[in-house]
């Protein structure tokens, strides 16, 4: 059975480039109908927040991704990782170390004047003389002084370190006795049973620490799949200007689950010149060996692109729940279907859509300049005088068709074409020259309003 995980920091906002590690994560459990988990990695009191644990949990929550069982949190595990701790000192594979940091810092700066790599020189490894006094030791594990470390990568293919090119006896309790990364991510793994870890290519350099643990503790190692990064169109990381911003402020941006989950998945990751995956497509669909091996690039255009098609695509009483949270109630209007038929083919999100509804809704309270100087001219008023005696003479007018009639009785009447009336009336209805059609606009907002917005106008450019 497949098992994933997807474990962020609680140190600041659940950003996109983690968001799209925890999908593949779930993706593969889901696909090969194993377990899939989240754990919070909140070892370093000094820098949690509970605010960001809390906004990492709601983003799982309103992108659908469910794990299973209960989140796990590593603050409420230390008696766990005590017991393992103890074990490796017990069987002579970790050490105190009563290195002071004063020592420390003088090794490192020899070591940097030498143009040596820093690293720890072992002086504790196999000590077993008086400890210094007034030192609380941290405890170090012993890596191997030799040969290689090779990590079995899905994505990169094998991968091979030198251990004396990266290892040292790293440290896997601090002298507070709080131990470190590297030490309860092996141990969490695996004790979880996670065989398959899927996450950002920047863990890749601790891969080789976690095996050192994994092997100490006579765990099994599991497969590892290690993501290329999120880069912008120029190459470089991804910054928050340019996307690698909270999960939870493309709910506020008016995008949906289904588009930035779609977009997600093809950062990175193809089928064929497939672009559109529901979610059962992608389960069905994705491998982990098919991720790319080089960076994706972050394309805003083709969110939009997706969001559009998405909202295109959502049912009317669908959108009109969703569109709640941008202060716009439609549930019970009336013209509820016409004026979502109208904004859903023009808008890229959830908030585009909210604003253009309002554009709509609320009478103009200014006019494009620019468009009244372009549309607005001298036989505009009898044009528009015209059409809005046609509208008040009419009894029975609810349809865009109805108001389409008037609008070519008055165009034949006067012997102009559509355009001429067009403009102006557009902007007498919406204050300017873009915006649905016409006759779609004016049933939505029924005959009196049609009149009343002709009327505005008029007396403003008498």
């Given at each position: ?7 962020p ?6 950003h996109?480039g ?6 593949f994560?779930?993706l ?8 899939f ?10 820098r949690n927040?509970v ?13 659908g991704?469910?794990?299973d ?9 230390d ?13 002579g594979?970790?050490y105190?170390c ?28 196999d ?21 290689t470390?090779t ?5 990169k293919?094998?991968v091979?370190f030198?251990?004396l ?5 790293f ?17 969490d793994?695996?004790?979880m ?5 899927i996450r ?21 190692l ?5 993501v290329?990064?999120?880069h912008?169109h ?13 999960v ?9 689950p289904?588009?930035l ?13 497939q672009e ?17 091996k080089?960076?994706?690039i ?23 729940e ?19 038929d109208a ?6 999100t959830l ?10 809704l609320e009478t ?22 015209a059409?809005?005696a046609k509208?008040?003479a ?5 349809l ?9 009785e008055v165009?034949?009447?006067l012997?102009?074409?559509?355009g ?6 557009r ?14 606009v004016?049933?939505?907002i029924?005959?009196?309003?049609t009149?009343l917005r002709?009327?505005n ?6």
């Amino acid at each position: 059975m497949v098992v994933t995980r997807f474990a962020p920091s609680p140190t600041g906002y659940l950003h996109i480039g983690g968001l799209r590690t925890a999908l593949f994560s779930y993706l593969w459990a889901k696909k090969n109908k194993g377990k899939f988990f989240l754990r919070i990695e909140d070892t370093d009191k000094a820098r949690n927040s509970v605010e960001a644990a809390e906004a990492i949990v709601n983003a799982f929550h309103w992108l659908g991704l469910t794990h299973d069982g209960e989140i796990i949190y590593q603050s409420s595990r230390d008696e766990i990782y005590a017991k393992y701790i103890q074990q490796l000192l017990d069987e002579g594979k970790a050490y105190y170390c009563y290195m002071s940091k004063e020592e420390l810092s003088e090794l490192r700066e020899t070591q940097m004047a030498a143009k040596e790599r820093t690293m720890y020189n072992g002086k504790y490894r196999d000590f077993d003389g008086t400890p210094p006094e007034g030192i609380t030791p941290a405890i170090r594990i012993k890596a191997p002084q030799s040969g290689t470390i090779t990590v079995k990568d899905g994505v990169k293919g094998d991968v091979i370190f030198n251990c004396l090119d990266i290892l040292d006896d790293f440290i896997i309790a601090r002298a507070d006795g709080s131990p470190t990364y590297n030490f309860v991510v092996a141990v969490d793994d695996a004790l979880m049973g996670v065989n398959e870890v899927i996450r950002g290519d920047d863990h890749l350099s601790n891969t080789p620490k976690q095996i050192v643990v994994y092997e100490a503790l006579g765990f099994e190692l599991p497969k590892f799949y290690h993501v290329p990064m999120i880069h912008n169109h120029e190459g470089k990381k991804l910054s928050k200007r340019d996307g690698a911003t909270d999960v939870m402020a493309y709910k506020e941006m008016g995008y949906t689950p289904e588009a930035l989950l779609n977009f997600l998945v093809r950062l990175g990751w193809s089928h064929g010149d497939q672009e559109i995956f529901s979610m059962e497509e992608m389960i069905e669909l994705f491998n982990p060996k098919d991720i790319n091996k080089s960076a994706s690039i972050y394309n805003t255009d083709k969110l939009d692109w997706l969001s559009a098609h998405y909202l295109k695509n959502t049912p009317n009483c669908e959108l009109a729940e969703l569109l709640i949270q941008y202060d716009l109630i439609l549930t019970s209007h009336d013209k509820k279907e016409i004026l979502l038929d109208a904004i859903k083919e023009r808008a890229k999100t959830l908030k585009e859509m909210a604003l253009l509804a309002k554009e709509i809704l609320e009478t103009p309270s200014f006019y494009d300049e620019k468009a009244v100087k372009k549309a607005y001219k001298e036989d505009s008023a009898s044009m528009l005088n015209a059409f809005s005696a046609k509208v008040s003479a009419c009894a029975e007018l609810h349809l865009p068709s109805d108001y389409h009639t008037l609008m070519e009785e008055v165009v034949s009447e006067l012997g102009i074409g559509f355009g001429k009336i067009g403009q102006p009336l557009r902007i007498a209805l919406l204050g300017k020259l873009s915006g649905p059609g016409l006759d779609s606009v004016m049933a939505i907002i029924g005959k009196d309003e049609t009149i009343l917005r002709i009327t505005n106008v008029l007396a403003a450019h008498s």
